[in-house]
């Protein structure tokens, strides 16, 4: 029976982020990053692993005051919440957009030289901003890209399909 249930979460998890991925694509880039935001921010400080970041806050900068680790954790989820709310918009987002969602790319030079020369390198990325854009904004330089990563943990598929 664990195993059942265990199993219906998932599936129920997949099919709620695959809708919810659905809806967000159907937006403008710029409403969904800031609706995901806004909802991750409404949302977010009172999943039990804000508590666990609150309290890593204490203990790394125990001059913040307890409204300080909030509004930091607060911003946290806005930006965990924004990046959801881009990804289904990454292969539209523009380089060095003034405004609204987009990306950055700082030694664009450096990736034009390694274009013209060929031959491997080495990108070490974090989970820092939008870390998916790293692939796609690489790529419009002209320079061949593969990623590896850890895979989601959760195995399902929802059949929830969205039409394109």
Do not use: D
């Amino acid at each position: 029976m664990a195993a059942w249930l265990r199993k219906t979460g998932q599936w129920l998890e997949a099919c709620v982020a695959q809708a919810l991925l659905a809806f967000l694509g159907g937006m403008k880039p710029e409403t969904a990053s800031t609706f995901a935001g806004n909802l991750a921010r409404a949302i977010g400080p009172f999943l039990p692993v804000s508590r666990v970041a609150e309290r890593n806050l204490e203990l790394a900068m125990p001059e913040l005051s307890q409204r300080e680790r909030r509004a930091i954790v607060r911003g946290v989820w806005e930006n965990l919440g924004r990046t959801v709310g881009e990804l289904p918009h990454i292969a539209s987002l523009q380089e060095n957009t003034p405004s609204g969602p987009g990306f950055e790319v700082q030694g664009a030079e450096y990736l034009h030289e390694q274009a013209r020369h060929g031959g491997p390198v080495l990108f070490v990325s974090g989970h820092i901003g939008n870390w998916e854009m790293l692939p796609p904004a690489v790529a419009r330089h002209g320079v061949p890209f593969a990623s590896f990563y850890r895979a989601a943990g959760n195995p399902r598929r929802c059949a929830y399909s969205h039409p394109a």
